[in-house]
T-cell receptor, first 116, second 114 residues
Framework: KQEVTQIPAALSVPEGENLVLNCSFT??????LQWFRQDPGKGLTSLLL?????REQTSGRLNASLDKSSGRSTLYIAASQPGDSATYLC???????????????FGQGTELSVKP | SAVISQKPSRDICQRGTSLTIQCQVD?????MFWYRQQPGQSLTLIAT?????????ESGFVIDKFPISRPNLTFSTLTVSNMSPEDSSIYLC???????????FGPGTRLTVL
């Protein structure tokens, strides 16, 4: 059974710091991994999608890496800003028949607070 | 990408009543998903809804409690039936425009049951 863990559960940093959020998963047979952002009481915003054959993806100040063999992904946020404050969720999609993909399995999230 | 809207955005309901949540997508998609997020928790998949077939429910969720309709490729509804305070959650609609690829979420419906 696939389990996804995110560490730390909460993180508070001063504005301008670079930071890393961690995600680990128990079954390396994944189709892809997706990072989301969730603001309080809101839906999820997709940040980055990494296919199982990829090592990393970048979007602006965000960089996500994937090491499938060790069951780990990291989300790197450069030069953090107060507007980055949110909960960040990692989710893996398991491989399905013919790599059609199965359901997303979510971690518990990391609640990030960036202080001005 | 896909733009998803949900109605209502929030509601406060009485115990024993039912609420139907609507999900509208701006493009045709094969797979639609309904998730629940209980207070302080991560997301749990309720069911997968494909157009033209019965929804597939995850363990712990049953059709009598969460009936789903999927009349076409851009629309779905989730009904939360015979509600109790334990049903107070955010309910989210989600789509994967390309099977197995990037998944997108609606803004959610915040439900409070008194």
């Amino acid at each position: 059974k696939q389990e996804v863990t995110q560490i730390p559960a909460a993180l508070s940093v001063p504005e301008g710091e670079n930071l890393v959020l961690n995600c680990s998963f128990t079954d390396s047979a994944i189709y892809n991994l997706q990072w989301f952002r969730q603001d309080p009481g809101k839906g999820l915003t997709s940040l980055l999608l990494i296919q199982s054959s990829q090592r990393e993806q970048t979007s602006g100040r965000l960089n996500a890496s994937l090491d499938k063999s060790s069951g780990r992904s990291t989300l790197y946020i450069a030069a953090s800003q107060p507007g980055d404050s949110a909960t960040y969720l990692c989710a893996v999609r398991r491989s399905g028949v013919g790599n059609q993909g199965g359901k997303l399995i979510f971690g518990q999230g990391t609640e990030l607070s960036v202080k001005p | 990408s896909a733009v998803i809207s949900q109605k209502p955005s929030r509601d406060i309901c009485q115990r024993g009543t039912s609420l139907t949540i609507q999900c509208q997508v701006d493009s045709q998609v094969t797979m639609m998903f309904w998730y629940r997020q209980q207070p302080g928790q991560s997301l749990t998949l309720i069911a997968t809804a494909n157009q033209g077939s019965e929804a597939t429910y995850e363990s712990g969720f049953v059709i009598d409690k969460f009936p789903i309709s999927r009349p076409n490729l851009t629309f779905s509804t989730l009904t939360v039936s015979n509600m109790s305070p334990e049903d107070s959650s955010i309910y989210l609609c989600s789509v994967a425009p390309l099977r197995g690829d990037e998944q997108f979420f609606g803004p959610g419906t915040r439900l409070t049951v008194l």
